[in-house]
């Protein structure tokens, strides 16, 4: 039976295409949804919709459902629609007609909103856990190869010399702007849609600030239209929160297999942490940054595929957006899992001494001279003209008080680790997981 359903039963064919697998992403929700409904029902108590002892019996019987999900236990009924139902069903069977009063002053478009909200914001926050330690890997390959320097590259040509402690710290950097725009879409989604029902709002005095107060929401969708309008906007929005931390994996792999590869010859990991060939004995493949690359490039495109698929869609609830979760929700899996490995790559990673001694690398010099030449009073233009010729006619040397020094801030010999921590600690403090937790576990406990 489904929660929609009169007196006709659907066309085999079109129940099997409709539903899709949705039944599979709504074991995402799951956990989510049982906290929605304890919400709700306080709320409906709390305005006479239902009695005391219903409500008593009805938190005692979602709190057992609850804990058989975290145990993984909760599986659904074949001839069950979705989660919503689901749990529906196992309330009624074990509290009769009190298990279906708590749909009472909602629809199942508000329930899965607030389902999809609730699981965003665990699913960022585990983000934002996978995220710190990784942050803190790089900040330490970061001062530990501070002084292994190499060619920095503009056009993928030998440009000035670079430090593996500006590269690592580069990308411990970049994290930082991916994890405050994934707190842009934080607040997006921490916003209570309950209440909304099918983009309309209720009838019943219902109290919609109480069940933001319950979920730790910090604060309510309070247009009931615009509640339904954002499903899809706020996926998208995560979506490309998720993109950019992506890229940052993305860009990080490519180079670690330029560098790896034997006409750089910059770095190495050990062997189990590469691969082989079959024919060719002497392989060592980077094949985890090679995945992780193109995981993270499907991850970075998935803003466009979301947008695309709520394209010109009006106000309203459209069944469009059921399949937007098969695309964004096992996305954060896969993300974490791609910090996790590059985590394992990078704790492992052996960096060659002495790279710029190589005479391929002299020309890294060149702007050293320069500036040389001008700190003797010769105008830079000048200066850069007369070493741009000897470089052409081949009576270019590198200067013997050639030296990496750059102490202005974020340079080779000032790397500011301290001052990005910062930035770091701050993006995360902003979240305040704090409030959410006690809210949770006021409810659950």
Known sequence: MKLWQKDKTALKEVETFTVGKDREMDLYLAPFDVLGSLAHIEMLQSVGLLEKEELSDLQVALKAIYKQIEKGELKLQDDVEDIHSQVELLLTQKLGDAGKKIHSARSRNDQVLVDIKLFLRHEMEQLVAAILPFFELL??????????????????????????????????????????????????????????????????????????????????NYNVVYAQMGRGKAERIVAQALANIADTLAKLSMDACLYLNQNFGFVSFPAELTTGSSIMPHKKNPDVFELIRSHCNRIKALPNELS????????????????????????????????????????????????????????????????????????????????????????????????????????????????????????VSAFQFEKIHQAIHKLVS
């Open 139 to 220: 900040q330490a390959q970061s001062e530990q190869f501070k002084d292994h320097f190499y060619p920095g590259y503009t056009h993928l040509q030998l440009a000035m010399p670079s430090s593996f402690g500006l590269w690592f710290g580069a990308y411990a950097e970049s994290l930082v702007d991916d994890v405050i725009t994934l707190k842009a879409a934080f607040d997006v989604v921490n916003k209570n849609p309950l209440g909304s029902a099918a983009g309309y709002g209720s009838s019943f005095p219902i109290k919609r600030k109480m069940t933001t107060d319950l979920l730790g929401f910090a604060d309510l």
């Open 308 to 427: 695309m698929m709520t394209t010109n869609l009006p106000s309203g609830y459209h069944r469009d957006l059921q399949l937007l979760k098969e695309h964004l929700f096992p996305a954060f899996k896969t993300l974490k899992d791609c910090i996790e490995m590059a985590g394992l790559m990078l704790s492992n990673i052996d960096i060659k001494k002495d790279i710029l001694t190589d005479e391929k690398y002299k020309y890294l010099f060149t702007v050293d001279l320069v500036n040389q030449l001008v700190l003797q009073g010769i105008p830079f233009r000048d200066a850069y003209i007369q070493v741009g010729r000897s470089v052409e006619d081949g009576s270019y040397k590198v200067p013997q008080q050639a030296a990496i020094e750059n102490p202005h801030e974020g340079s080779i010999q000032n790397l500011c680790t301290a001052e990005i921590k910062a930035m770091m600690d701050n993006a």
